[in-house]
Structure formats: structure tokens, C-alpha cells
């Protein structure tokens, strides 16, 4: 089974600064210590920022998915390092915007995920995602996107375990502290291994509250253990082996297996 090397970059955005924020992450990406790096997490809305003030300024940042720039560019980038990348943009599809993590790879967009679960005041600017949770094989491993809150329904972890993900790719904006230890759960209750990708830094655009995004992307594994945690305040890239293998052994002991005792008749 195959090993696969994965990373995250955690970056601190410049609120509607497109080309610089994308600057950053292909600049960090051509330093030598990323060399080999097969699939990268990057951060929900990572070029835009989070704090939009209004739908009229989010829909003047958000991107159609088909011809827009930050998939023209980390489509280049993907195709230039044969690499696989998930990241979270600003998505505008006709009147609708969405929150949406997309994976690109080598010949470009692959697979869109909108922000189903919407925190805070997303709720007065997105609109709630549409599409069902997917599953996607990216050669070495099987993948799925998830975004940020999702990380409190463990359905949602446990929907895409179902449909035989390895590898939980989140892209994320966090600013409550609780995640990145209830990804160990997600990750031990289901084995399989997620890569966290938040930002830091600090968003204080008028609308009321200043957010301070607490960092601490992760690599967890199938067992539970944090392989990789960056710090909170600093932007940090990281990239490990792992063993697909370990996320297709659903075996707790030699005679329990997670999902076939799954006793779904008395729940
Ligand atoms: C979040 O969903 N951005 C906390």
C-alpha cells in the first residue's frame, strides 16, 4: 500500500488580497524543504480572508471556479510540482456564494465541497452548501474534503469513513480552541488520518467582533496520534510520510472491527 507525503501550509492572509496571498503560498512552496510533497492542505477562504462585511463585497472576491484566479494559479502550481492541492476560496456560481474548499490536481480542478455547516455570521453572506460529501481517489489514497465546523457533526467525518476516505483534508478558518484536539477523536473513531490547515493572525473589518485565528495545523494519524502541530501565532508549513495502509485496518482488536459491529439497528 501506498505511502504518500502530505502537507499543510498554515498562512496568515491579507483580507482581499488575492495575488499577494497567492504569491506567498507558490513563493513558500518553491523553498527545498517542501521537495516530494504529493498532497497539500491549505487553508478555507486562504486568498481572500474571512472577514467579509457584506454579500456585496464577498461577491466582488469571489471566484468563479471555472476561469477564476486562484484556480488558474494553484492549477499552475499543481501541474508544475504534479501535485495535489485542497484549498478553501470564495466561490461564486450564478447569484449564489459559497464557502468552498476545491481539490485541484496536475490537469486542474477535480472536485468542489460547499460549506454545508455555515458558523457565525458566514450565515448572513454564504449560502449554505448543496453538494453531498464526496469521496475522491487521488492514485495513492482516497480523500475527502471537510471545512473548518464541520469538525463538531462527526457525522460528517463519519459519512465520508463510509465512503472509504484515508486521508481528511480540512481546510480551515478556526477561531475556537476545541478542534484540533476533537480531530483526534474524528480520527480514532473512524482511522483514519486528517490534516488540518488553519491561518493565524487577526481579522478586525468593522463588523463587531476582531477574530484571532488560533492556528495549530495538524497531521493526525488512524490511531489518534498528532504526527505534526504548528504553532498558534506563527505561519508554518509541515509535511510527513504516511501509510495509507494504516487507514484501511478498521480492526480495533483482532475481533472488533469499527463499522461492520456498528450496531445502527438500536440507534
Ligand atoms: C469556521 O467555521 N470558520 C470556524
Known sequence: MAVIKVGFLQTKPVFGDLCGNL??????????????????VLPELFSTGYQFTSKKELRTLAEDLKSGYSVQRLSALAKERNLHIVAGLAERCGKKL????????????????????LFWNEKSIFNPGDIPLEVVNIGKARIGMMICYDWIYPEVARALALKGVDILCHPSNLVLPNCPQAMITRCLENRVFAITANR???????????????GKSQIVTPR???????????TAFAMANINVADARDKKITPKNHIFRDMRQDIF
Open 98 to 117: 459559497y464557502n468552498s474548499p476545491v481539490l485541484i490536481g496536475p490537469k486542474g480542478l477535480i472536485s468542489v465541497y460547499r460549506k454545508a455547516h
Open 23 to 40: 504569491d506567498r503560498v507558490i513563493k513558500r512552496l518553491g523553498r527545498s524543504d517542501t521537495a516530494g510533497l504529493e498532497l497539500l
Open 224 to 234: 489518534g496520534e498528532v504526527l505534526l502541530r504548528a504553532a498558534s501565532r506563527r
Open 200 to 214: 493565524v493572525g487577526t481579522e478586525d473589518r468593522g463588523a463587531g467582533d476582531a477574530l484571532t485565528f488560533i
